[in-house]
């Protein structure tokens, strides 16, 4: 005999209820990640923002270690300070870079035809041309003009991230609590703890990468003097600036100054192309070390999957600032994920 007892009112109503809930859950998580989506860049607004207070706050423990200043005072330095050295370096240098970044934009393209032209004396080159389409290559080359003509006049676009930093620099308690407060009362210790590590792990991050910017800038400014190499200013500045983004930046940055090199000749372009892989040789066996030792080892196949999947998602902020929030994620997963488990097994 079949039993009927599941096909009662009662079994079918909460068949129905249970469907509701299920795709009522299903909805909710799609508009959640719907919200996400539209509002990345703003979440990566504001870790730019945080990134820069966290900037000042570093500086200001700098200043207090070694002055007898209170913390408002050496806040009021570090953020001072810091917009009066950046206007000073743009006074006495901004102009002339900004003449060399538009010279390097505009003779760009005659640049790479050079190239193409030289290269197609070889048989070999000439067949690796043919089978790049003309449309291809001349979207690289646009790629380029903008990005030459638009990474120091975008820095009139970024003034939010500005006023965000300067906001989570003169209350950083008011932010830290309310995330805290977020957190039911027995775990709040435990965020404070987390909080704590994230600001020591991205200082110790911003810090190295700042001596590594200024010191790869330095080198290239000099050994580019050196070779002879026109422009050699507006090129320092982009090789600073862009090894800020590990793996891909020094790359983007050699480019323009192989191609400067092939002006003169094949063997100027190939001592350019050696002098940029020493100075980041240097770099990645000196300073590297010392900013990892200051947070946490990032896996380099990790990080490059991370560079991927954040310019996917956001372009150039999200390549940028992959690095970044990368190491977020891996301070998360330890403190709240791998520690817990580990207490969990030791109290068992």
Known sequence: ??????????????????VFIAAGIVALLAIVILIVKVAFNVLLMVLAGTLIAVYFNGLA?????????????????????TFIIVGLLFWFMGTKIQQQVSSLSQDFPALVQKLQNQIRQYPLGAKMLDKISGDDSQKVVTTAQNFFRTSFGVLGDIYIIIFL?????????????????????????KAKQVIDRLSFVLKG??????????LIAVLTFIGLSIIGIPMALALAVIAGILNFIPNFGPLMAMVPAVLLGFVDSTQTAIIVAALYILIQTLESNIITPTIQRRMINLPPALLIIAQLLMGTLSGALGIILATPLLAITMVL?????????NNEENNN
Do not use: H
């Open 61 to 81: 423990d700098v200043i207090e270690r070694y002055t007898p200043l209170g913390r408002r005072a050496c806040m009021l330095i570090s953020v001072i300070g």
């Open 333 to 341: 997963v330890e403190e709240l994920y791998i520690k817990y488990n």
């Open 165 to 189: 930093g300067i906001f989570f620099t003169v209350s950083p308690s008011l932010y830290k609590n309310g995330i805290v407060n977020l957190v039911p009362k027995r775990g709040q210790p």
């Open 205 to 214: 991050w911003l810090k190295g990468m700042m001596i590594a910017m200024v």
């Open 1 to 18: 005999m079949i039993s009927t007892e599941n096909n009662s009112p009662e079994s079918n109503n909460l068949y129905i209820k249970r």
